[in-house]
């Protein structure tokens, strides 16, 4: 079983950038498509962006091509999200997620997702 710890929330200007990480412990990371998902207050929990086992990646519809960018490093058992030109609506709880499969399939089902980080909060002012 994999388990999720995510670390690089914080607060930051408007235009700002941020990295967050999501260490995974356990033997079955490189085998998992990974997912970071977001809850803004007063709103449900949203996919942000989804990378395969293979390093396909794939971005939600809400988010402005090109302003995050998903990754891992699999010798690091770690999944990155880098997140630039940050606005105050980019202001959440950020999670990080396991799949139960390999590939982009299900994405925004929760359901698909069987291990869950604690969440890490950024917050981005105006």
């Known amino acids: 079983q994999v388990q999720l710890v995510e670390s690089g929330g914080g607060s930051v200007q408007a235009g700002g950038s941020l990295r967050l990480s999501c260490a995974a412990s356990?033997?079955?990371?490189?085998?998992?498509?990974m997912g970071w998902f977001r809850q803004a207050p007063g709103k449900e929990r949203e996919l942000v962006a989804v990378?395969?086992?293979?390093?396909?990646?794939?971005y939600a519809d809400s988010v402005t091509k090109g302003q995050f960018t998903i990754a891992r490093d699999n010798a690091k058992n770690t999944v990155y999200l880098q997140m630039s030109s940050l606005k105050p609506e980019d202001t959440a709880v950020y999670y990080c997620?396991?799949?139960?499969?390999?590939?982009?399939?299900?994405?925004?089902?929760?359901?698909?997702?069987?291990?869950w980080g604690q969440g890490t909060q950024v917050t981005v002012s105006s």
């Open positions: 990378i395969s086992n293979g390093g396909s990646t794939y």
């Open positions: 997620a396991a799949s139960r499969w390999g590939g982009l399939v299900f994405l925004s089902r929760e359901s698909t997702y069987d291990t």
């Open positions: 356990g033997r079955t990371f490189s085998s998992k498509a």
